[in-house]
Every structure is written in structure tokens, then in C-alpha cells.
């Protein structure tokens, strides 16, 4: 190790994962970047979009299911559907990067080759060109390739690009409870999002980004300089000023070892798990005015106290969703090369609640996610240096994640775990090679 090529010989790429520590060539090779395409971003339930995103018919989003072009759009039946992003003609991409409204079909901008909004193809112009050529049993007759296993759950689009692979329900298993608890913190049950997305590029690998995200040793080093020092400039202030929302979003930043030990992390099956069992740095938040009493209405005492009791830190949705249910964010991690990451980060209102709700859910996201943030340059520094180290260091060839190992965890699932366990990392990794392994000869 390295191999000169992993694409032959999966036993390799197994070797890559052992109990106690994973080879830094799985942050590092472009090659298996590349078969990570093929193997994992093509086989597993993937993240889409959002159903309020496609409100309407023939409103369109833009995006990639790993390496794929896709369009997500709403069909005349009301329907969500996912398109590969590519004219059955001359390969030109048919919807532009974003978002907008197509009306009843697409349009391609080379020839004016149209297609509906379910892919089929409406009309050739001067169609009478291909008469004799066969045209009925060539490809382009198909018009735009459709993906066949899309899933909405629950104004959540997701799709397998593959045709053969897991349910969807087989495959995230309990972790929907996360994107259940964040729905029902409406009390419509209904989210929309709202307050537009932020991106922003890091030079490494995808998965220091997902290894983050259940990574409860991190935040009071990496953060005391930026949340620290915001808080200790308030804590300076007269006697009686109120705790201004920023300071409250960032103070639990730096709580110590112990308080994360005790709110515990959930291990679930495929890669899936979530920081923040037993409370989180989502716990205390000061109340909205007027969001209890819609909550009472809308599910009576006992079942607003269980959905809102329940304040899970960050989810992991493998391979590269993160969502935080009691703040309503949602970050994809976007893989563009084995060293290139686009981050996007989503927020979501809560329909029928106070939009002073929605005014914390943005204000996090720009403190913590946005590229002029406090919080996140503290991560993408130690993020861009391990990528720096692992591939320019040839001093250790192999990355720790030992923290509280447990003899037997390989294969259990569901179970909760000190708040600082690696278990959660090592979950992910071991679901990383099967995916990448599985059915290779």
C-alpha cells in the first residue's frame, strides 16, 4: 500500500479499513474518488432536494447526484421526477445551473429538440429528416433518461441512480426518525425552504466532512478562539444585558469533554448515526414567543414535549447529508475530487410557526456554515491541513479512529455510545468499503 489500482482488487480497498484506523489513501486517491462514483454515490438513496423547491409544475432545481448532472422537477401530475441532465441529441445540457420554471416541457437550447417533463420526447423539428434511419430504435428516441428510484419522503427527494440496490427504507432504516422530528417540529407538518443556500469550496476530502460531524473532541479546541472569545466579550458586559442570540448560538461550542460524553451518539446501520442522544448544543435555546401554544394546538402536550424534547446534535444520513433537526439545517457534502468538497448549507422554515424561528435557523447558518463565518474557518483550516499532511507527510501512512473501541461493535447497529466514541466514524468506514466492494470481483 498505495496499490497502483484499486479498481481490480477489492480485497485492497477492505484493507483500507481495519478496526482501529483507516489508510490515508482512501482521503487521497483520485482513484478512488473515482470508483466512489460508481460504487457508493450510484448505489446508495442519494439526496435530491426539497419538495418546495419544485412548488408548482414545470418548476425545475439543477443539481448532482455524485458525478451526475440531474434535473429535479415537478410533473404535470404533481409528481416529483429526477432527469439526467443531458439531451437524448447531441449531449447538451437542457436545464441551465439552478432553478426556474420550464412550463409544460423542455426545451433543449442546440436544436429545439423538446421533451416533456417526465423525459419522454415530445417533438423533433424536421422530423422527417430520420425517416428510414431507424430512428424508433435508436437511443435518442427515448429522450431524457429518467432515474427510476426516486423517493419522496416526506417533501424529502431522494434517488438511486442504480437499478438494482437497497430499499429506501431497507437502506436509511431508522435515521428517518431525524428528518421525522424535523418535519414535526411544524406545527403544520410541512417545511419549506427559505433563506436561500450557502456554498462554500474546501480543499479536502468529503469524508473529513462526514468524519466531523460526530466528532465531539474537536469543538472546545478548534473553536475556543472564535465562539470562546465571542463569548467571553459578552460575558464582559454590564450586569443585566440580555444574551444576544449570537452568543447563545455560540456558546455551546465550547463546553467541555463532559458534556458531550454524556449526551451520547446513536450508531445505526449503513453508515447512518446522529451526535446528541440524551440533550445536545440544541438543548437550551431561549423560548420563541407564541411557538409552544401552536405546537399544544396542533398535537396536544404530551407530543409537542416528545418532538420537542428530542434535540439531536448533527445526523449523518451516509454518505453526505448532515441534518440538524432542532436548529433546521440541512449540509450536503458535495464531493468534486478526491481534495475538492462543496458544501452547501440549506435552511427550512417551519410552516404555521414564528418566523422569529426562521430568523435563528439563518443567523446559525451564517455564523457556523457560511464562507464569512466564525465557526466553520475553524474547521475547514484543520480540514485543509489534514489534506495537506496525509497526501505531503510520508512519515505515517494511517488515520486513528480507536476512541472507545468495543471488541464486537463490527455489525451492530442501533445502540447508543459515549458522546466522545470514534464508533460512529468506524460505522462509516466499514459501510464505505462494503458499499465499494460489493459485488466486485
Not at 150 to 155: A, S
Not at 331 to 348: C, G, H, Q
Amino acid at each position: 500500500m498505495p496499490q497502483s489500482s484499486y479498481r481490480d482488487n477489492p480485497q485492497a480497498i477492505r484493507d483500507l479499513v481495519q478496526d482501529t484506523q483507516v489508510h490515508k489513501d482512501i482521503f487521497i486517491s483520485q482513484e478512488l474518488y473515482e470508483i466512489e462514483m460508481e460504487r457508493l454515490f450510484a448505489v446508495t438513496w442519494v439526496y435530491v432536494g426539497h419538495e418546495s423547491q419544485v412548488p408548482r409544475p414545470g418548476d425545475f432545481y439543477t443539481t448532482t447526484v455524485g458525478d451526475q448532472s440531474v434535473i429535479m422537477v415537478r410533473h404535470g401530475d404533481q409528481s416529483i421526477r429526477v432527469l439526467y441532465n443531458r439531451c437524448a441529441h447531441k449531449g447538451v445540457q437542457v436545464a441551465p445551473e439552478g432553478h426556474g420554471s420550464t412550463g409544460k416541457f423542455f426545451r433543449c437550447p442546440y436544436h429545439a429538440w423538446t421533451f416533456k417533463t417526465d423525459g419522454s420526447l415530445l417533438s423533433v423539428p424536421l422530423k422527417k429528416g430520420y425517416e428510414n434511419t431507424g430512428f424508433e430504435n435508436m437511443e435518442a428516441s427515448r429522450g431524457l433518461e429518467a432515474v427510476a428510484n426516486v423517493r419522496n419522503y416526506r417533501g424529502f427527494v431522494f434517488c438511486r441512480l442504480s437499478a438494482a440496490g437497497e430499499s429506501f427504507e431497507d437502506f436509511f432504516g431508522e435515521s428517518l426518525s431525524t428528518i421525522d422530528n424535523m418535519v414535526d417540529r411544524s406545527p403544520e407538518g410541512k417545511l419549506e425552504v427559505a433563506g436561500g443556500v450557502l456554498r462554500y469550496m474546501h480543499r479536502c476530502n468529503w469524508k473529513m466532512l462526514v468524519d466531523n460531524q460526530t466528532d465531539t473532541c474537536h469543538p472546545m479546541v478548534a473553536h475556543e478562539s472564535s465562539a470562546g472569545t465571542a463569548v467571553r466579550v459578552w460575558q464582559e458586559a454590564p450586569e443585566g444585558t440580555p444574551k444576544p442570540m449570537a452568543v447563545e448560538l455560540f456558546a455551546p461550542f465550547i463546553s467541555p469533554y463532559e458534556f458531550y460524553e454524556n449526551t451520547g451518539i446513536r450508531v445505526w446501520k449503513n453508515g447512518h448515526g446522529h451526535t446528541g442522544v440524551s440533550g445536545s448544543i440544541h438543548s437550551n435555546y431561549s423560548n420563541i414567543p407564541g411557538y409552544w401554544d401552536s405546537m399544544v394546538a396542533a398535537y396536544g402536550e404530551e407530543r409537542a414535549h416528545q418532538i420537542l424534547g428530542e434535540t439531536r446534535h448533527n445526523t449523518i444520513l451516509f454518505p453526505h447529508v448532515m441534518v440538524k433537526g432542532p436548529i433546521q439545517i440541512l449540509r450536503i457534502f458535495r464531493p468534486l475530487a478526491a481534495d475538492r468538497t462543496l458544501v452547501e448549507s440549506w435552511t427550512f422554515r417551519l410552516s404555521g410557526a414564528p418566523d422569529m424561528l426562521l430568523e435563528r435557523t439563518t443567523m446559525y447558518n451564517r455564523l457556523i456554515n457560511a464562507p464569512t463565518s466564525m465557526v466553520g474557518h475553524d474547521d475547514l483550516e484543520m480540514y485543509e491541513r489534514a489534506q495537506h499532511g496525509l497526501a505531503h507527510a510520508r512519515a505515517r501512512d494511517w488515520v486513528n479512529v480507536a476512541r472507545l473501541l468495543e471488541p464486537g461493535e463490527t455489525g451492530r447497529e442501533n445502540e447508543v455510545v459515549n458522546g466522545t466514541s470514534e464508533w460512529q466514524m468506524r460505522n462509516q468506514y466499514r459501510a464505505w468499503a462494503r458499499y465499494m466492494t460489493e459485488g466486485a470481483k
